[in-house]
């Protein structure tokens, strides 16, 4: 009897410590138009664009009717989660907030930003594979020039 105890207290604490040790899952954080300011870009400051902090980031401009972008996300997802700490992906609904939309000039979605550094960004349109934005990614953020 009491190696049974003994065993069940063994494997409850070992499937605790299995589950404790999981990560966390990465989300992926929404914009309005004060939260970016504080995050990626102080335009009321900074007229030129000059982002805020060091860490890549993405911005998927998108909206919610949209099904390229429905599509679009999870790819997203999984590439916050494999750089996660080495990138941040931000989304930005374009109907609640039509003027960081204008800022960028999207004119069409999905359509995602890259920010590398701080003075310049590249656009890229339309859904993307897995694949593709991995490609994007080395290509914008992890490449030596």
């Given at each position: 009897m009491k190696k049974t105890i003994q065993l069940l207290l063994f494997c409850?604490?070992?499937?605790?410590v299995a589950v404790a040790q999981k990560?966390?899952?990465?989300?992926?954080?929404?914009?309005?138009?004060?939260?970016f300011k504080q995050k990626v870009w102080n335009f009321d400051t900074?007229?030129?664009?000059?982002?805020?902090?060091?860490?890549?980031?993405?911005?998927?401009?998108?909206a919610t009717w949209c099904k390229p972008c429905k599509m679009?996300?999870?790819?997203?997802?999984?590439?916050?989660?494999?750089?996660?700490?080495k990138l941040i992906i931000y989304e930005i609904d374009i109907d609640k907030e039509p003027e960081l939309a204008q800022r960028?000039?999207?004119?069409?979605?999905?359509?995602?930003?890259?920010?590398?550094?701080?003075?310049s960004y590249k656009t890229e349109l339309g859904y993307q594979e897995y694949e593709a934005l991995e490609k994007m990614v080395t290509k914008y953020f992890f490449t030596k020039k």
């Open positions: 409850f604490i070992a499937s605790y990560p966390a899952k990465v989300e992926i954080v929404e914009l309005n138009l004060k939260s900074d007229k030129t664009f000059k982002r805020v902090g060091k860490t890549p980031i993405i911005l998927d401009f998108y679009l996300a999870p790819n997203l997802h999984a590439i916050q989660e494999k750089y996660n700490g960028f000039n999207v004119s069409a979605i999905p359509n995602l930003i890259f920010i590398g550094n701080t003075t």
